[in-house]
């Protein structure tokens, strides 16, 4: 007789009342909080939601762009984002918030050590006009697919903007 599977239990996630969770909104009050996120489907889809202050409400972006690599849309988003930033709130400081550890990284090195050290990079901050964005940045990596309302909103508009 074959044995039978365990059903998978679908985890329901409730996401938190604010566009942080409550463990996270306290250090970053008072600041802009930008998320990014990509999506691939049909096109690639780039969303940006920004809070201009924790109890207000979002304001979102979506583009749809050509389709390439996973990493290279996250990027794409997350400059999409800053140049939201400047477009909607110019001088001011954000904070962006990416689920994707590459494209934080590679932005953090280039707030951090300065964008000669990545070519690319640096000719599309300067194509978007987000260099002087970036350097007032700071950039934070986010668990993906969680309890962040701010991330959760951005992974739906980016899904929307590529189908």
């Known amino acids: 007789m074959p ?3 365990k059903k998978k239990v679908a985890r329901i996630l409730y996401p938190s009342i604010g566009p942080l969770p409550a463990r996270l909104a306290e250090q970053f009050a008072g600041r802009l909080l930008v998320f990014s996120d990509a999506s691939q489907r049909r096109h690639g889809g780039l969303a940006a939601v920004l ?3 924790q109890a207000g409400e979002p304001l979102v972006s979506t583009r749809t762009v050509p389709l390439t690599g ?3 849309l996250e990027l794409l988003a997350a400059l999409f984002a800053l ?3 400047e477009r909607q709130f110019p001088g001011r400081e954000a904070s962006l918030f990416s689920d ?3 494209a934080v990284t590679r932005l953090s090195r280039a707030a951090t050590i300065g964008l000669a050290q990545d070519p690319a990079l640096a000719a599309l901050c ?3 006009g987000v260099t002087a964005t970036l350097a007032r940045a700071t950039i934070h990596w986010i ?3 969680a309890t962040c309302r701010g991330n959760t909103l951005a992974d739906q508009h ?3 903007a590529a189908a």
Do not use: T
């Open 3 to 5: 044995r039978r599977r």
């Open 51 to 53: 809070f201009a202050d």
């Open 70 to 72: 996973s990493n290279e």
């Open 83 to 85: 140049a939201e930033v």
């Open 100 to 102: 994707n550890q590459d």
């Open 126 to 128: 300067a194509e978007l």
């Open 143 to 145: 668990r993906g697919h």
């Open 158 to 160: 980016a899904a929307q």
